[in-house]
């Protein structure tokens, strides 16, 4: 009986990983900082989210940007509104850095969440908190007082200390001023007293003073201040927590969340067109 000598079997594909040593296949797949690049606006450079649109040659503008122009800032060619919903899917399978990244926040967010989150961002740009003036101006938390110092320093008064005089000027003066400003510097902190002088439509005048810290939420929480006017037979206090610096003082004002007082009472403690207010702040 003769014997058939065995054949040889195809060879498939080897299962076994490489040896070491030995090269494996590239890796095809982009990464996620190389896609996240493609969604960059050419205009504000912050990131193109859905609903994303191009224009007729395929560049991409944000949706904000896209407002304010007529035609292509890549190509010049017509803007148009036509969807890319390619771009749109891609954008929904990545994370975006929030827009103050460089001021220091670490937090990546899908599209859907990331504007929701920059609205109330710990590391968002302070505004200006000087008020009866209109500033531009936002930076970050440590450059507000030397903000206010360099930029309002003939709006504002500074003193130090955690009790100090208040000192407003001109009260009875109809044509201004209407705000008067003090900055008070205590426990390695700086907080802002505020005195607003409001007349209405019938020409009653009232007064309002309230006191900001310039620093955040948690911040002012560890503080209260006093505001106290006085004379040899009279006293008005008002006790509360400082506003932050995210707080609205107009808001707080309109709320009626300071310490409020008719020109009536302001004349009982003005003296020669003056009124002087101790302010004391005190750490809980």
Known sequence: MSHQ????QPAGPSQDPPRQGEPGLPDATPSSSYLRS?????VCFDYVLPPILQCQR?????????????????CRGPLGSIRNLVMDKVAYSLTFPCKYASFGCGTSLPPAEKADHEEVCDFRPYSCPCP???????????????????????HITSVEG?????????????????YWVMTQSCF???????????????????????????????????????????????????????????????????NGDCLVFDNITAQL??????L???VTIDQC
């Open 5 to 8: 000598p065995d054949r040889a």
């Open 38 to 42: 493609l969604f960059e606006c050419p």
């Open 58 to 74: 395929g560049h991409l503008v944000c949706s904000s940007c896209h407002q304010m122009l007529t035609s292509c800032p890549t």
């Open 132 to 154: 009866g003036v209109r500033c531009p101006w936002a930076g970050s938390l440590d450059l507000v007082m030397p903000h206010l110092i360099h930029q309002h320093d003939d």
């Open 162 to 178: 955690e009790t100090a005089i208040f000192l407003a000027v001109d009260v009875n003066n109809e044509h201004g001023p209407f």
């Open 188 to 254: 390695d902190l700086h907080f802002m007293v505020v005195l607003q002088r409001q007349e209405n439509d019938d020409g009653h005048v009232r007064f309002c003073a309230i006191v900001q810290l310039l620093g955040t939420l948690e911040q002012a929480q560890n503080f209260t201040y006093q505001l106290e006017l006085n004379d040899d037979q009279r006293r008005l206090t008002w006790e509360s927590t400082p506003l932050s610096l995210r707080e609205d003082v107009e808001t707080a004002i309109m």
């Open 269 to 274: 403690f003005a003296e020669n067109d003056e």
């Open 276 to 278: 002087r207010i101790t």
